[in-house]
Each structure stands twice: as C-alpha cells, then as structure tokens.
C-alpha cells in the first residue's frame, strides 16, 4: 500500500509540472495586462514603468523561472487589480464554491442513486422509462440555460427561491457558510440543483448500467437463494457492487464541479471561484488565473489520489493486488 | 405405505417471453425425489436442466415464469406460495449451488459477511454463535484455519476452496433438498473428485436429498441414484443410474452413453450424435432429437408419449432400443 501511495504522489507531482508551464505560457499568451490597467490617458512612460513594476519587461524564461521559484515557496504572485495575494483572494472565495459543491454532491448522489437503483430493478416499467428519459434532458439541456429556466420558474414565476447572491452566513473554524440559516439555504438550493443536474444524470445513468449488469450475477442468485430479503440483497449485495464506478466517475467529477462551477456562479452571481475567475479574464489579471488554474490542477490531482484511496479501501481486489 | 418423496415435480412448464415469441424452455416436466436420494439431470447445454433446478428455488426472473405444473417440496405446492414464503424455505429447507466458483459468492463482502447473513437469515441467533456456526461449517468442508479465512474475501480463495465455502453455506441449515448446478464443471478433476465425495458425505449425514444437474455421465455414475435425461426441455428417459447406463432405451441417451471415453473401446474413434441441439426458437414439431436420430421416421413428426416400463422406468419414444417387454 505504502509503495502504491509514494508512486502516486510521484505521478502527482509530475502533472503539476506539466501543467505549470503550460498554464504559464498560455497566459502569457492571452495579451498585455498594461493595455487594459494603465488609464487610457497615460502616456509612454507611465506605461513602461506599470510594466517595470509588474515584472512585466523581462523576457518570459526569466519571468517563469522567477514564477517556478516563488511558486515553489508558495507564492504565486500578487493580483494586478485588488493588489492583494492572488492564492489569498481565491482561498477567500473557495468555501462558498467548496459548499455549493458539495451541496451539488449530496443532491447527485442522494437523488441519483435511488433513481437509477430503481431504473435498473424495472428496466421496463413505466417510471424506469421516465427516469431515463429524464436523465437524457440532465445530459442534454445546457447547463447555462438550465440555470436561467430554474430562475425563470422558482425566483421569476413562483418567487419561492431568491435568484443570487449567498445569502446569511455564519462563521464556522472562521470560514463562512451558508447551509446553517434559512437564508442562505435558500440561496444555495438553486445553484447547487442547477450544479447537481448533470451529474444526478450521470448517477443515474451509471447506477442503473450498474444494477442491471450486477443483478444478472451468480453472487445475486446465490444470495437470493441462501433465503435474503430483497432489501438486504439490493441495499449490501447489488449496492456495494454498483459503488464501485460511481465513487470513482463522482470523485472526478466533483473536481470539475469545483473547477467548473464558473458557468453556474455566473448565472446566479454566487460569489465564488468562478466567477473570480471570469472577472480576472476579461481584466487579464494574470497572477489570479494563474493560480486559479494552478489551484484547480492540485485539486484535481488531490481528488485523483483520493479516489483512488477510497476505491482500493471499497474494492479489497485492487487493495491487495496493489500491494 | 411408501413415503412422501421430498421433491415432486409435475408437468411443469417454463416459458421465457422473447422478441420472436414465447419460448418453452421446459416443457412439461415430471420427476420426483425421495428423502436422502440423489437424482442427477442429464442433458447438453440448453436442454433446461439449469432453468429446472432455479425453478425448483423459484429464481426465475422475467422474461421467464412458471406457466403451468407444480412444484411440491414436502407436499406443500411452491408455485403457489407467496415471495416472503418462499424466501423463508429458500437457504432453509431449500438450497442451491452453482456452477462457477469464482462467481458465486460476491467479491466486496467477506466470507464471514455472506456465511453469517445466511445463518441470521433464517435463525435467531447472537452474531458470536452464528459466526461459530460459520466456522465449524468451514471446518466441516476441509478449509484449513478457518478462523481465518471467515475473515478473508472470495479472491483469497481457490475455485475448490470458494465451492466448498459455497457448498458450506448451502448446507448450514441442512436442507430436505440441494440443488447442484454443476458444481464440479469448473473444477480440475482430482478437486472434482473431492468435491463429489464430500457433498455425497455431507448430504448423507444431514439427510439432504440432491439433485444434480450435470452434462457429464461419468459424475452421474458415480453419484446418482437415479438419473432423468432432458433434451430440449423434455425429460426422454428417467429410470434407476444402473439400468439407464447399462440399457439405454432412448436413442440420445444411447448417444451420450457411446460418446463418452471408455477403457474397453481403446483405438476406436469416439462416437458422436450428428448435429447440434435445437434452438428453442426453431424446434421440430413432434419428437425434437428425430433429426439427429438414426432411428427417425415419419411417425417421428408426432409427439411422442411417456412409455413407463420397467421397474420405475420411462421414456419418450417410438422406436426405443429396449422394448417395454425386453425389459420386463
């Protein structure tokens, strides 16, 4: 187990090395940051010393090794525009993305699971067809415009559910979180439906191929008919069986959900990483993208290793043959 | 006054419901078992014997069911009960295993985990005493340490070692009736030999009577008391092990019988039965071996009726190679 750890972190370690320079390189790429912060009235000089004092007019192998280095102490640079600590301001914006993720996670899983559970037992039944059906529309309708019918029906039409913003948060370890008040319950529940929707699809699509492919299985017989019940058969025998894709598809899922949320706090103006990143875009304020991307590669290679862990503790072959 | 035979099977019919229409994979099947007997069901692939021992345990799923015919385990009719009833019998006084060793028990669960959940299944009992019981019953099918091994999971396993943990949970309850579903296909043949002797052991002690579904003559040979071969869900010949083997009055069984390798026909080819068996689908109307049978004819078109002769003996056959009377 210890050597199969020690060689994952390695892999780990190699794709933020990759990523960082290729992050870096395309950033620098995008365009010039001094075009868009210097006021339009400033003249050549103003302009060379924005740029002298960014860092800016050195040639890009200096700039990236200086990047690498800082990195390494962990510093990736300062925002051009709040002057602030560019893992600072994101790490500010983190826990409301991390909640809503996570939020997004319980509503994919909680409903997705029982849904395709159910799906997969009465393949032909006519609410194993509609949940399917269903599903394809999860898959199907873009995310972006799901967004805007939720807000359309529940905020617009019914005005049950406020249509952005975070709502009430109280503080938690010092970090702010809205699921404890009312308030920001409703706030949440929006966005994290919205966020969910793709991946309730994907749940249910998994965990029904699951289901049919398991209940066909000796062992389910062979359960049956040492005299089981069929909660007991479906809850221990089938459900451990199915859960072994579906931790692993969620695991890098829920990477992407805390990447990519940004589609999803734009729709809803919910003040998380997303939409840092977006504003940071389209000001060039390259040291946030930076780190934004950078943080979003360690956090997708930390869920990798994660998963990875949880499957070998689920799955006792892979445990053992690893070791 | 004869006793109650455990098992009675009679003019049962299972049909699977399929795009090209219903198929009948067992057509009117009627055979029974007696307390601590061994009856072993011969046939080749898609003859229905499989589709008959999970009848018996009422483990037919859709698209198949129990069209028609009855089931009685110790009288009482199964095809009538209700799911929760059967589930009480099944493990209990019902068992089953199954062919492949390597697929029938789950592979995320601990042995423990699957022995103890078919004890408490069907008894009252503290989780310490029934992982007591889980451990003589180990013991009792020849796994060394099996303190041990009740905590190892399935891969930990060999195929001997996994069929006789299966075997071990099949008779925790000891079962009037056992259904082996080829238990011994999978296996190497010295384990094969074990197996077979210490399930015939195990049975005898705890009173189960068996039935083995197997496409191999040798195994019934050595096992059974009486054997009932199925062709194309249709038992053809049933009789004791004794006069079916040395006196074949079916044809297929006369072909099963000759293409099985024998010491005293040494350097000469074995025989074959021309042919393939039929497709449930495309079955020849009247007797379904008559095209691969060299004693067909046209009456052959017709179905053939139950011939009983013998000393409990019967077929399905025009042109039987032992008479009624020869045998008499």
């Not at chain 1, 199969?4 to 950033?27: D, E, K, N, P």
């Not at chain 1, 529940?154 to 809205?178: D, H, K, Y």
């Not at chain 2, 009736?177 to 384990?191: G, M």
């Not at chain 2, 009055?249 to 040494?266: F, K």
């Amino acid at each position: 187990m210890l050597v199969y750890i020690i060689r994952r972190l390695g892999q780990s370690a190699l794709v933020i090395a990759v990523m960082a320079t290729l992050v870096f390189v395309a950033v620098y790429a995008v365009g010039n940051p001094v075009d868009i912060l210097a006021s339009p009235q400033a003249d050549q000089q103003e302009i060379e010393a924005i740029t002298r004092r960014l860092g800016l007019d050195r040639p890009l192998y200096e700039q990236y090794g200086l990047f690498v280095w800082n990195a390494l102490h962990g510093d990736l640079g300062r925002s051009f525009v709040y002057n602030e600590p560019a893992v600072q301001l994101i790490l500010k914006r983190l826990p409301a993305t991390f909640e809503l993720a996570m939020t997004a996670l319980v509503i994919a899983v909680g409903v997705g699971i029982p849904l395709g559970l159910y799906a997969g037992l009465k393949p032909n039944s006519l609410g194993g067809h509609s949940v399917m059906a269903g599903s394809i529309l999860g898959f199907s309708l873009p995310n972006f415009w799901q967004g805007l019918m939720l807000v359309l029906l529940f905020s617009v039409v019914l005005g049950w559910l406020p249509a952005g913003g975070r709502g009430q948060t109280v503080e938690i370890l010092g970090l702010p979180v809205s699921f404890l008040t009312v308030d920001g319950l409703q706030h949440l529940l929006l966005p994290a439906l919205n966020l969910a929707l793709y991946k309730m699809a994907l749940v249910i699509r998994l965990t029904r191929a699951g289901a049919r492919e398991v209940m066909l299985q000796d062992y389910v017989r062979f359960a049956r008919a040492k005299g089981l019940s069929q909660a007991r058969v479906i809850g221990v025998h089938v459900l451990k069986n199915i859960l072994i894709p579906v931790v692993t598809v969620l695991g890098l899922e829920l990477g992407s959900m805390i990447a990519f949320a940004v589609v999803t706090e734009t729709v809803f103006a919910y003040p998380g990483m997303g939409k840092l990143l977006i504003d940071s875009i389209s000001r060039l304020d390259r040291p946030v993208i930076v780190a934004y991307l950078m943080m979003t590669v360690v956090i997708f290679v930390v869920i990798n290793l994660v998963v990875d862990l949880i499957y070998a503790a689920i799955d006792p072959r892979v445990r053992l043959s690893e070791a | 006054m004869t006793s109650q035979p455990i098992l009675e099977v009679r003019d049962l019919v299972v049909e699977f419901a399929t795009r090209d229409g219903v198929l009948t994979a067992i057509n009117g099947v009627s055979f029974h078992v007696d307390r601590g007997e061994v009856l072993g069901l011969v046939g080749e692939s898609g003859s229905g014997k499989s589709v008959t021992g999970l009848a018996i345990l009422g483990l037919i799923d859709a698209p198949g069911r129990i069209a028609s015919g009855s089931i009685l385990l110790e009288g009482e009719d199964l095809t009538r009960m209700r799911e929760a009833q059967l589930r009480r019998l099944r493990g209990k006084r019902l068992a089953m295993i199954f062919q492949d060793p390597m697929t029938t028990l789950n592979p995320v669960l601990r042995v423990d985990t699957q022995m103890i959940e078919a004890i408490t299944a069907h008894e009252k009992v503290s989780h310490k005493a029934a992982r007591a019981k889980a451990r003589d019953a180990l013991a009792k099918v020849g796994i060394p340490s099996p303190d041990e091994r009740l905590a190892s999971y399935p891969h930990q396993f060999s195929g001997g070692m996994r069929q006789r943990v299966a075997i071990a949970i099949a008779l925790l309850h000891r079962p009037a009736l056992l259904v082996a579903d080829e238990p011994t296909t999978a296996l190497d043949v010295t384990i094969q030999a074990q197996i077979l002797s210490e399930v015939q052991t195990l049975a005898q002690e705890a009173g189960t009577a068996l039935v083995w579904v197997t496409h191999d003559l040798s195994v019934v040979a050595g096992l059974a008391d009486r054997v009932a071969v199925m062709y194309a869900g249709r038992i053809v010949e049933q009789g004791s092990v004794a006069d079916v083997l040395e006196n074949p009055a079916h044809p297929y069984t006369a072909g099963l019988i000759g293409s099985v390798p024998s010491r005293n026909r040494r350097g000469v080819p074995l025989s074959q039965i021309p042919g393939m068996t039929p497709s449930l689908a495309k079955l020849p109307p009247g007797c379904a071996f008559a095209p691969r049978c060299a004693r067909a004819d046209a009456g052959c078109r017709n179905d053939p009726p139950v011939v009983a002769f013998g000393t409990a003996r019967m077929h399905r056959c025009f042109h039987p190679l032992v008479t009624a009377e020869a045998a008499a």
